[in-house]
Every structure is written in structure tokens, then in C-alpha cells.
């Protein structure tokens, strides 16, 4: 594991901010270690950063988002309030700043997780007010990048989570049209799993990661195979479904 820019000692010890080029860390590591043909998981925002690493860094064969997070303005816009994203973004284009500062303030004052959500934004990001911050999560998707990516792809999501809209799922794997194999995962509130990363429930998504790796480490093989995050089969050159 490591921190990159916007995490942990990288953030508060050396004043490294987020950046969406998430492909720059993840070469500096794999070049300090002389690193090839890895496998990469992102957790929670990270989900959406690994795919970016993955759609510029060639050395990346697999890759897992825990959980799948395509699009961080419309994750944040969800916590501002319902119906919002949409002329969020039009007073983004237009450059309202007063207004957008305005409204965030209002969105903080009825909801504390919101509050502590766009100052851990600010903070991470090294943006001074909600307009600065807001404007640097629309660089943060993998919508015009993900058919770069021609890795093994792994997508998990929660059926209630409530950062990500669950829709971001098949957006996600739509959009990853050159990937060597995509799977995706949906859990449940029956499995104990179905919020933000599986919490209540993180040791059936480890499970399945495993499960997956290991198959993904098997040559390919002719003819169908299933991955049900319980039991492997062959894996096959065709993309593999849960």
C-alpha cells in the first residue's frame, strides 16, 4: 500500500494536494521497485483513480475498484442535495462563484456530513472555497479515459451506498470497452455488504478480490467459464461475468 498526492503523510507532511493523473504516483512506485505486470485496487475514491492509472500505465494487468466511482462531481453533488448535479454544473460552466459558494454554505448548514465532506475536500484538494473545490472534482472522471484501459477490470459497488449512485456501475463497465475482461459485483444488504466499500461486510469483497486475482493468474483457456467470487474456473481471453 502507499499514500499518493492528497493522502495521508503525502498530504500532511509534504503538502502534496490531490491530482486526477493518478498514473504519476503509481509509475513512481512501480519504478522504485522495478515493477511489472501488477495488479492495483483502489478503495473508495481510489476506485475511479485506478482506472485512470490503468488507462496510461501499460504495467497495470489488473485492476480492482472497491467500489467504482466514475464521475467524483456527481458523488459530491449527491451529498449537496437531491437534484442538484445538473445546474451545479451549469453554474460551474458559467463560472457563478458567489452563487455556488452561497449554496454550499446553505447545503452545510442542514447536513453535518456534507460539512465535513467539503472541508475534508478543500483540504485534500489545497482549494480555498467550495467553487475551487467543486471545480477540481470535475477533472476526477474516467469517462474520456476508461477505453484506454486494456487491463483485467474488477468493479464492486454497494446497492445502498450512499456516496456513489449505484448507476455508476454499468456506466463504468460500458465505458471500458477495450478492457481484456470486465466483471462486475453488486452487494446486498441480505450479505451484510451493500454500503460504501462493503462496510458491515469487507471480508466478502476481500474474499472475492482473491478469488478473482487467483483466477486471473490462470493462462486462458478455450471455452466459457464463471466467476461467482466463490469458486474459479479457466479463465478464458472473453470477459468474465459474477
Partial sequence: ???????????????????????????????????????VVGISLGGGLVIRAAAFEPRISQVVAFDILDDFFETIARQIGRGVR?????????RARGVIN?????AVAR???SQWGLRQGMH?????????????TTAMTTRKISHLVGADVLLLA???????????????AGTLTNARSVTTRTFTAAEQASNHCQ????????????????????????????????????????????
Fill in 1 to 39: 500500500m502507499f499514500e499518493g498526492p492528497g493522502q495521508g503523510s503525502a498530504l500532511e507532511d509534504f503538502g502534496l494536494t490531490m491530482i486526477p493523473e493518478w498514473e504519476q504516483p503509481v509509475a513512481a512506485v512501480l519504478d522504485h521497485y522495478d515493477l511489472k505486470n501488477v495488479a
Fill in 86 to 94: 445538473i445546474p451545479l454544473r451549469a453554474l460551474l460552466t458559467a
Fill in 102 to 106: 452561497a449554496v454550499a454554505d446553505w
Fill in 111 to 113: 447536513k453535518p456530513v
Fill in 124 to 136: 485534500v484538494t489545497g482549494t480555498a472555497t467550495p467553487y475551487d473545490f467543486l471545480c477540481s
Fill in 158 to 172: 454497494g446497492a445502498d451506498d450512499h456516496y456513489v449512485p449505484l448507476k455508476q456501475l454499468g456506466r463504468q
Fill in 199 to 242: 462496510l458491515g461486510n469487507i471480508g466478502a469483497a476481500a474474499r472475492l478480490i482473491i478469488g478473482w486475482l487467483d483466477l486471473m493468474a490462470l493462462p486462458p483457456q478455450t471455452g466459457d467459464s464463471v466467476f461467482d467470487g466463490d469458486t474459479t474456473a479457466a479463465r478464458t481471453s472473453a470477459p468474465a461475468h459474477p
